[in-house]
């Protein structure tokens, strides 16, 4: 079996960051895989790159990127001052679903969060992946929110 890495992704990983979020049926509608990259990825990326409470993390099994997810860091004032993790972009090539690789990349997530102060971690999902729900449920998740977003 081969070993699988955390890491911070690299500008390199971006085209396959890319493809990962295209990958299913939401990610088909909203993403722009193609080449070149549309520069609005690059420019997003730089801005990650140099925000320090943004981590834009890839999965990579050898030298393959096999999943990706952003943490961003959020000091707040509620909850007497917590600071929170909220959890986006989460994908995991097609191949290796249902792998428990999703899994380990919350347990990776988790100790991200707890290591920069979080006392809270939060993530959306769409309505429309209950495999997800129930993914985010068996992991402690609670669905205690109503969530609404405002596209601009």
């Known amino acids: 079996m081969t070993q699988i890495a955390f890491r911070r992704a690299e500008a390199a990983d971006l085209p396959a960051i890319v493809a ?3 990958d299913d049926p939401l990610g088909r509608q909203r993403e722009s895989p193609g080449s ?3 520069s609005a990825y690059t420019d997003a990326f730089q801005a990650i790159s140099v925000d320090p409470n943004q981590l834009l993390a890839v ?3 050898e030298d ?3 999943g990706t997810l952003q943490i961003s860091f959020i000091p707040g ?3 007497q001052g917590a600071w929170r993790g909220q959890i986006e972009a989460v994908r ?3 191949a290796r679903r249902n792998s428990g690789l999703g899994r380990q ?3 990776w997530a988790i100790a991200q969060c707890k290591s920069r102060g979080c006392r809270l971690i939060q993530l959306t999902t769409g309505k429309e992946r209950p495999d997800a729900h129930r993914f985010y449920e068996k992991l402690g998740f609670v ?3 109503i969530g609404y977003k405002l596209a601009l």
């Open 64 to 66: 393959t990127v096999i």
């Open 92 to 94: 995991i090539a097609a």
């Open 59 to 61: 999965v990579t099994e």
């Open 105 to 107: 990349m919350f347990e």
């Open 77 to 79: 004032i509620s909850r």
């Open 36 to 38: 070149p990259l549309n």
């Open 143 to 145: 669905d205690s929110h």
């Open 20 to 22: 990962l979020l295209a």
